[in-house]
């Protein structure tokens, strides 16, 4: 597999970078709700929606968790994009022995206070009103391997026009309190990503 690197320049340009081209794209970006930041490595499981997702969570992780970014790319996209290596992406090649080794890697790396490691628990890109997500058993792996306490926050990415040309940027994240299995925590998210959808029906439409 290929591992992460941060490298001096272009981990800072991704993340400056980032944080622009959401400037220049989006008319506002509302993040809603808090987290209680206990000092613990900090795995980050998002919905997968879109292009974005990669650029919205670094500017999160810019703006409020404030750690060492990690991600896991397919390893033949992260050798086509070789500069997101470079930035924190990490590789895992699907249906492979290798896979043990990226999980095993993700658990590694959730054992340093420093880092955030961002997984997409349903693998692949869906849409933002498919409900409920379904969860690969890669995290539950992951989860089986981490040896010391984690923190998990969900975060739903739901981006929305309304009357502007360009859309608000929705960022809804909870800390999860619950039982480090996968199906409560498998259960926890989409009672989650249920409510955040039942909050912009009723606000917004």
């Keep these: 597999m290929l591992e992460a690197k941060h490298h001096f320049f272009f981990y800072p340009f991704f993340q400056q970078y980032s944080c622009w081209k959401i400037s220049r794209n989006f008319h506002d970006v509302k993040v809603r709700g808090t987290i209680d930041d206990r000092q613990l490595p900090i795995l ?18 810019v703006k409020l968790l404030k750690r060492k970014f990690y991600f896991m790319m397919l390893e033949e996209q992260l050798r ?58 890669g995290l539950e792996r992951v989860m089986q391997k981490c040896k010391k306490p984690i923190q998990i926050v969900f975060l739903v990415n739901l981006p929305e026009y309304f009357v502007n040309p360009k859309p608000t ?37």
């Design 169 to 205: 940027l929705f960022m809804h994240i909870h800390s999860y309190e619950g039982e480090n299995s996968f199906a409560d925590i498998q259960t926890a998210y989409n009672e989650f990503y249920h409510s955040v959808l039942t909050y912009h029906r009723q606000i917004y439409y």
């Design 80 to 137: 086509k994009h070789w500069y997101f290596r470079l930035s924190g992406g990490y590789s895992v090649r699907k249906n492979s022995k290798s896979v043990v080794e990226s999980l095993q890697y993700t658990a590694d790396l959730l054992q340093d206070s420093q880092n955030m490691v961002l997984m997409f628990p349903q693998g692949k890109i869906t849409s933002l009103y498919q409900y409920p997500v379904d969860f690969e058993k």
């Design 44 to 61: 980050l499981l998002a919905n997968h929606v879109s292009w974005w997702d990669g650029f919205w969570i670094m500017y999160l992780n």
